[in-house]
């Protein structure tokens, strides 16, 4: 892409993040159309690598495959798990055919971006990923960025070449940040916790104590619910809007 539009993008994008931040902060929830904004974005700048690399119709699996990634993500259905093994196999199906008949930069540019559908799903449905908006946001970045865009002198760090331009990705960049500042949350929570006197571990990590009420409208998950009439404490969120109903009968 010319630079010129390559900024564009990469504000329009920053937009949208900045957007689903703000969403997620006051709501718990995001919008799909965050996403659905990058992907079109995504797919738009697929189809143009395409044109521009005159690649024939072949070419053009790319940004199919890009579109049926952009449609399991988007779109919430009761399907059947045939169905939804179908679209997985579609997926599979489009990345191997264009990777193998595309190859070269452009080849090894693309494949990133199913690679990194596949690899979200399974730290989604693992549950090493919790939130869908997480995946999705990481997926659409994919799809619009599936190697650093250089503008205005950056990346400052040297691109990697070869393979491990398919691992090292402005994706991959996002998901170690966000594992590196929840990593610092957990230290902050471990010293207020300290300070406080809760040492309950490792909730002291994962958490903090607070009144029912307060959390309740503070858009917090609770990691203690009430189960046969006996407190249980969990490390992990419960996701339910129950919970505190039953904490306070308790």
């Known amino acids: 892409m010319e630079q010129s539009i390559t900024i564009l993008v990469v504000f329009l994008i920053l937009a949208t993040l900045l957007s689903a931040s703000v969403f997620d902060w006051k709501y718990r929830e995001i919008p799909d159309w965050h996403w659905a904004i990058m992907f079109v974005v995504g797919i738009i700048i697929s189809i143009a690598r395409v044109m521009d690399s005159d690649l024939g119709p072949v070419g053009f699996l790319m940004p199919l495959c890009v579109a049926l990634i952009a449609f399991d993500c988007l779109f919430d259905r009761e399907s059947s798990a045939i169905t939804d093994v179908m679209i997985y196999i579609s997926i599979a199906i489009l990345a191997i055919v264009s990777f193998v008949a595309i190859g070269g930069d452009v080849g090894r540019t693309f494949i990133s971006i199913p690679i990194t559908y596949a690899a979200m799903n399974v730290l989604y449905y693992t ?99 009430v189960v046969d009439g006996e407190s249980v404490i969990t490390t992990s969120a419960i996701e339910d809007d129950e919970v505190w109903k039953r904490l306070e009968d308790g």
């Open 127 to 225: 549950g090493i990923v919790r939130g869908g908006a997480d995946a999705k946001s990481i997926i659409a970045i994919a799809s619009v960025f599936p190697t650093y865009p250089e503008i205005l002198g950056m990346p400052l760090i040297d691109v990697p070449s070869g393979i491990e331009s398919q691992v090292f990705t402005p994706a991959f960049a996002v998901l170690t940040m966000a594992l590196v500042l929840s990593l610092l949350y957990g230290v902050f929570n471990l010293v207020r916790n300290l300070i406080a006197g809760n040492t309950m571990m490792p909730q002291m990590i994962m958490g903090t104590k607070m009144p029912i009420e307060k959390a309740k409208i503070s858009k917090v998950w609770s990691m203690e619910d």
